[in-house]
Nanobody, 130 residues
Framework: EAQLVESGGGLVQAGGSLRLSCAAS????????IGWFRQAPGKERERVAC????????YYADSVKGRFTIFNADAGITVYLQMNNVQPDDTAVYYC???????????????????????WGQGTLVAISS
């Protein structure tokens, strides 16, 4: 699994925007799928979005579809999660994860593999006020 650092969280009002960053340490995301998860107080970790650099496929959870966008930048060093029209239910600690995949594995399937990871970082806190 990859060594990753999440950043970009903060406090924002409902309807506003935020951009989260997931940066790789010492490698690029070639042949990796990169996903964003979130965990709110009292809830289990939830899938948010994933981009698979093997085939370019993208997955969004229904709860964020049309509002969030995941994309690569910085020559494969960073994956961003652009969050628009944020809502109070988006309040959570956001985590990113990366796994090596083959060409037959799509973005949604890759997120399933990520749920098996043993180690997660500190994440970045997003707090939405109503």
């Amino acid at each position: 699994e990859a060594q990753l650092v999440e950043s970009g969280g903060g406090l924002v009002q409902a309807g506003g925007s935020l951009r989260l960053s997931c940066a790789a340490s010492g490698f690029t995301f070639h042949d990796y799928a990169i996903g964003w998860f979130r965990q709110a107080p009292g809830k289990e970790r939830e899938r948010v979005a994933c981009i698979n650099n093997n085939d370019g496929s993208i997955y969004y959870a229904d709860s964020v579809k049309g509002r969030f966008t995941i994309f690569n930048a910085d020559a494969g060093i960073t994956v961003y999660l652009q969050m628009n029209n944020v809502q109070p239910d988006d309040t959570a600690v956001y985590y990113c994860a990366a796994v090596l995949t083959d060409r037959e594995t799509g973005a949604e399937q890759a997120m399933g593999i990520m749920t098996l990871l043993d180690t997660w970082g500190q994440g970045t806190l997003v707090a939405i006020s109503s």
